[in-house]
């Protein structure tokens, strides 16, 4: 109940400030330096709480960052910023060079290519997987467009190609109301893989996958890097050891430790945050 | 004149009364009535009362089974035979009332002189002047002396003669009331005022009225707006609880103002048929009453409707909305279409009267004090006791409670009858200052849904100070706009509002609790 | 069983379209025809009564349609439709007011009630309203711009849910105290009532009535179609997207805000239009029509017609107003019982309405056997 409490206050966001721009144009993100993502001292605080204080962070185009961190540490907060759901206090966002992500909303920031996977699976429960997977895809989504569209080939191609990727090859007419959690749950990334875009933010990704359904997405995400740039948030560790490169420790807003898996976790300070003081 | 106890009135005078030709009883009535006289006031009243009767020579009237003789006072032995009844037009009788009025001024007790004083200055009269004057003399009220001053130079401010016109200005510009100014800017606009000099002192006199009345206005208008406020307040805090427990919008909620209201009124009418109680305390005993009234009906409609649609907000507004018309209905055929009347207690009637002419009726001045009583209630129950405690708790993580073993049934259910009952208490006050009638709640259910959605949605502070802005708000505009213009603006106001701050003016900003759509 | 069922339904898809062609002949030829070719004495007249009572009831339905899609679709649930349905009445009414010409009480060429406020002149608003095209650009131009504001600053502060219902209330509210208003020049308590004719053509005679009568079905006919088009189109499924998950939707880079505000505008436009229809077929228009009350109306025919289904709402508007007609009739007091039961009622027991009344006593049927 209380979650419906929350649903119908539309102060959950910070919309107020955040207008929807009246044109979404993909631009081409500017990876010239090798870096698709800056954070610089960004800073949220939400009736002083600060949620974020001065967390510094980039990522590397194709690279697969895996975020961890204890409970409140800011995580789900920073990709509310890179998103455009949160509007932080101070600090600078960019994407790639020149795209400045805290000027732009989330139609704009989803569009300029950033998908976002939510630790609830969140897919249309009363579309087809395929519809799911179709509104995902790639294209001019202005309303105009959406009156006059027509299913190209290729789009139908392109969406049978991702639910074989994703396991959903079959399933094309069922109801994603009707598909279970892990299923659910890759369905999202289907649709975030149909979007095409440079980076994705993964928030839990396997919470309540099964442990056969686990390394198949640790297989998926390995096969993505690369090609796109990923950040995980996750807190199984098995699953962040089986697909780890580079790992940053956030702690109470700001970066604690960041490096290969061995050297995070052999850090006193992160062995102190865990295992408590 | 004489001011003896027992005096004589002029036989021909009060044989005049009993003319034919309504100009002569008109003189006969104006000329007693400036007499001043207790016999005169009696034989006037007798006249009112169409208790005047008449033989040739003697006019009389009866006092009980007695015969009075109008003009000596004395008991006659025996009623004349074939006695007329003095009958009177409409004319005379509006003659006749202004001097009954007027005659109050010399009435023993000083509240009934202070209230013919103030009614006489609300409408003063020309032919009235000799006995206001008669008045003033006697009067040792400082109070009254002061509304018979005004009254004097509101009506000397036509006389012939320049330093009373003078002399009357200057009184009047010591005058609180806007009526006052109102008659001296008629007389600066008609330009009848020869003198130079009085011009002037109109001036300065409405200088100086104007500076004391933005003041007094200002005062006034505070005070309706809290009034009006306060009524805002003990409707919304019910909303605000429900909203905030279950998140359901009750539309039915005005309706529990008409519950309460109802109460009131049954409770009127069973003290009404108990004449040996006293009938003031009906009101007292209207409080438990429409509270629980209203309350049970609350709870009745939680267990039987909006217990089953939990998390389907929209569907709750239109099963409510549904509710709320069988609710109407149902008071119309019980008590029929007709809006009723309910007398207020004579300790909630009448006004206070204040320093700068600021004028606090009681009835609202008590409804004032009544709502901070239930807040503070409310406040109390909901900090300091364990329902209290279990109710925030439901508000703020429902299954979390429901873990600890709180009956989250149980309290929705008394939540819900609460917030009904507190409307109900609403209603109580409200039944005091408008008229009962079946779909009263009607008119208040939007403007209290508008305090919810500033205040911030299950925020009880937010309400208040929602309630009592909006009041204020409201009474202002009225003054300066009208009350539907008024009405309006603040509806805008709102939506505007809410476009800056959805989450109204006292919600706390949080990390997103949930992104599913 | 799945298989079966649905099976079952699909060929019940087929008569339901057969049902419709035969009700459409029914509303929109026979009656007509009858209407027309028949004397009141015939066995087969369909009265006058009948007619403005059916004619009235489409244009409901056309509104019922234009709330379906924006509360069955998106998920908005507006309780101030009734307003757009009032500001066509008017801006219509404000032709029909202009042709009384000066036949009217007071033989002036000024309405009545600016001769009885003593208004020397017409407000500039009045403007023009004596052409029927421009009365019928102001039909569709005033509830489109109101709702374009209302929808564009509303939806962009994202209020949804109870939240956007019951500042869509106090919309309808505010502007029934406007109109209210004397001086706010549409003829105040008693808005405008007593007209004449449209074109020259007398309002009464009862061609000019089966005109009406027509032309109310055609366009409820092509908002039904319009609408089936729209939800079957990648629009409508962003629609629904957005409706059942709102944040996913928009960061897949769909704005919310204008797929939103394009249902809105639409909804609202055939609101109106329903309106200008309604209003020289009852002969009058007043500021009740935006009470509160009314607006809420509408959302009962579509729940009791079935959310998300479009012919669900017609069927819905045409059976809660035979029943408000015949009930208020036979006995008034008990009618808003009925309609408060009916409210209650459809939420709690059948919240997909008779569609989904109908599935489940199929499936209770189809299990006995």
Same mark, same amino acid.
């Given at each position: ?96 060079? =020149? ?179 | ?517 | ?234 629009? =409508? ?133």
């Amino acid at each position: 109940m209380w979650s419906h409490f929350s649903k119908s206050a539309p102060g959950t966001t910070s919309g107020g400030e955040a207008p929807y721009a009246h044109v979404l144009q993909p631009r081409q993100v500017d990876v010239s330096h090798g870096v698709i993502l800056y954070l610089e001292e960004v800073a949220v605080s939400f009736d002083g709480f600060k949620a974020l204080r001065g967390l510094s962070l980039s990522i590397d185009d194709g690279e697969l960052r895996c975020i961890i961190g204890p409970n409140g540490a800011g995580k789900t907060t920073m990709m509310d910023c890179i998103t455009g759901k949160t509007r932080p206090d101070s600090g600078s966002i960019f994407f790639g060079q =020149g795209m400045d992500l805290t000027r732009m909303n989330e139609p704009e920031i989803a569009s300029a290519g950033i998908g976002r996977k939510f630790q609830k699976p969140t897919v249309f429960e009363h579309h087809t997987v395929f519809d799911n997977l179709e509104l995902a895809r790639k294209q001019d989504k202005r309303v105009r467009r959406s009156l006059t569209s027509h299913q190209a080939s290729e789009a139908r191609d392109q969406v049978c190609e991702t639910m074989k990727r994703i396991g959903l090859a079959g399933h094309a007419d069922l109801a994603a109301g009707t598909l279970s959690h892990g299923q659910k749950q890759w369905l999202e990334i289907g649709m975030l893989l149909m979007q095409g875009p440079r980076l994705l933010l993964l928030d839990e990704p396997v919470a309540g996958m099964t442990d056969d359904e686990t390394e198949r997405t640790a297989e998926l995400f390995l096969s993505l890097a690369g090609e796109h740039s990923l950040i995980v948030v996750e807190h199984d560790m098995a699953f962040v050891a089986r697909i780890a490169r580079t790992v940053t420790v956030l702690h109470e807003g700001c970066v604690l430790a960041e490096g290969s898996l061995d050297v995070v976790q052999n850090d006193q300070r992160v062995v102190e945050v865990y295992l408590g003081r | 004149m004489c001011f003896c106890a027992r005096a004589n009135l002029d036989q021909a005078l009060i044989l005049k009364l009993a003319a034919q030709d309504s100009d002569e009883q008109i003189e006969a009535i104006h000329l007693l009535g400036s007499s001043g006289l207790g016999e005169a006031l009696q034989v006037l009243k007798a006249l009112s009362e169409g208790g005047l009767s008449v033989v040739p020579e003697q006019v009389f009237f009866f006092r009980g089974t007695q015969a009075i003789d109008a003009a000596t006072g004395q008991v006659l032995p025996q009623a004349p035979e074939n006695a007329d009844t003095v009958i009177i037009n409409n004319r005379v009788r509006a003659e006749l009332e202004e001097t009954l009025a007027g005659l109050k001024l010399l009435d023993a007790d000083p509240e009934i002189r202070r209230r013919a004083a103030l009614s006489l200055l609300n409408s003063p009269a020309a032919q009235q002047l000799p006995l206001i004057q008669k008045a003033l003399a006697r009067e040792t009220d400082s109070g009254i002396r002061h509304l018979l001053e005004q009254t004097a130079a509101i009506l000397n401010i036509q006389s012939p003669d320049v330093t009373v016109r003078l002399k009357a200005v200057q009184l009047l510009g010591q005058s609180n009331r806007a009526n006052t100014r109102n008659v001296l800017q008629s007389i600066l606009a008609a330009q009848t005022e020869p003198d130079e000099n009085v011009r002037k002192a109109i001036q300065t006199a409405l200088k100086s009225i104007n500076n004391r009345l933005t003041l007094t206005e200002f005062l006034a208008s505070m005070f309706t707006g809290i009034s009006l406020g306060s009524i805002l307040m003990l409707t919304a805090l019910g909303l605000a609880i429900t909203y905030g427990v279950m998140g359901v919008i009750n539309m039915a909620h005005g309706e529990f103002l008409m519950v309460g209201a109802y109460a009131t009124y049954a409770m009127q009418g069973w003290f009404r048929s108990h004449a040996s109680l006293d009938q003031d305390a009906y009101l007292l005993a209207a409080i438990p009453a429409a509270f629980l009234a209203a309350a049970l009906v609350g709870m009745a409609l939680e267990r039987t409707v909006v217990r089953w649609l939990y998390g389907r907000p929209l569907e709750t507004l239109l099963a409510t909305w549904g509710l709320s018309l069988a609710l109407i209905q149902s008071a119309r055929l019980l008590f029929g279409a007709q809006n009723v009347e309910l007398a207020n207690p004579s300790w909630m009637s009448g006004t206070l009267l204040l320093p700068w002419g600021l004028e606090l009726p009681w009835n609202r001045m008590v409804i004032i004090g009544f709502s901070v009583l239930v807040l503070m209630l409310v406040w109390l129950m909901m900090n300091q006791t364990r329902m209290g405690l279990y109710v925030r708790a439901v508000t703020q993580n429902r299954p979390m409670a429901g873990c600890m073993g709180i009956h989250t049934g149980r309290i929705d259910t008394l939540a819900f009858g609460l917030g009904a009952g507190i409307a109900g208490l609403g209603g109580v006050a409200l039944s005091q200052v408008t008229n009962v009638g079946p779909d009263m709640g009607q008119s208040y259910i939007v403007d209290s849904f508008m305090v919810v959605v500033l205040g911030g949605v299950g925020q009880l502070a937010g309400a208040v100070w929602a309630a009592l802005g909006l009041g204020i708000a409201t009474k202002f505009l009225e003054g300066w706009v009208g009350a539907v213009i008024a009405k309006i603006v603040v509806l805008v106001f709102i939506i505007v509002f809410i476009q800056r701050r959805p989450q109204g003016l006292f919600a706390l900003k949080g990390r997103s609790v949930d992104l599913g759509g | 069983m799945f298989s079966l069922t649905s099976g079952f339904f699909r060929g019940q898809i087929g008569l339901g379209k057969l049902v419709a062609a035969g009700l459409v002949l029914l509303l929109l030829v026979l009656f007509p025809l009858l209407h027309l070719a028949t004397g009141p004495a015939s066995l087969w007249h369909v009265s006058d009564y009948l007619i403005t009572l059916l004619g009235k009831i489409m244009c409901y339905a056309i509104v019922a349609v234009a709330m379906d899609l924006i509360w069955g679709y998106a998920g908005i649930l507006s309780l101030g439709h009734g307003l757009y349905f009032a500001l066509g009445g008017y801006a219509f009414g404000m032709y029909l007011m202009r042709a009384i010409g000066p036949e009217g009480v007071y033989q002036s060429d000024l309405p009545d009630f600016m001769v009885f406020l003593d208004w020397k002149r017409l407000p500039w608003y009045w403007t023009g309203t004596d052409h029927l095209l421009w009365s019928g650009i102001l039909v569709i131009g005033v509830p489109a711009l109101l709702a374009g504001i209302f929808g564009y600053f509303a939806f962009r502060s994202r209020i949804k849910g109870v939240y956007f219902s019951i500042i869509t209330q106090a919309m309808t509210y505010a502007f029934m105290l406007l109109f209210f208003r004397n001086e706010t020049g549409f003829g105040g308590n008693n808005g405008f009532t007593d007209f004449k004719r449209i074109l020259g053509y007398s309002i009464t005679s009862p061609e000019m009535r089966i005109g009406l009568y027509v032309l109310s079905g055609l366009v409820l006919l092509l908002s039904l179609l319009l609408c089936r088009f729209l939800v079957a189109s990648k629009f =409508g499924k962003v629609l629904t997207a957005i409706r059942d998950a709102e944040s996913r939707a928009m960061f897949l880079g769909y704005n919310p805000l204008w797929y939103k505000l394009t249902a809105w505008i639409l909804s609202a436009v055939l609101c109106a239009i329903a309106g200008a229809l309604y209003v020289p077929q009852v002969g009058i228009i007043n500021p009740g029509e935006m009470s509160p009350a009314n607006s809420i109306e509408i959302a009962i025919w579509v729940a009791v017609g079935g959310r998300g289904t479009l012919w669900g709402p017609v069927l819905g508007a045409f059976i809660v107003n035979l029943a408000k007609s015949y009930c208020t009739v036979a006995f008034p007091e008990y009618w808003l019982f009925i309609l408060g039961f009916l409210f209650v009622a459809v939420t709690l027991f059948i919240p997909e309405g008779i569609p989904g009344l109908a599935k489940r006593l199929t499936l209770v049927s189809w299990r006995k056997r």
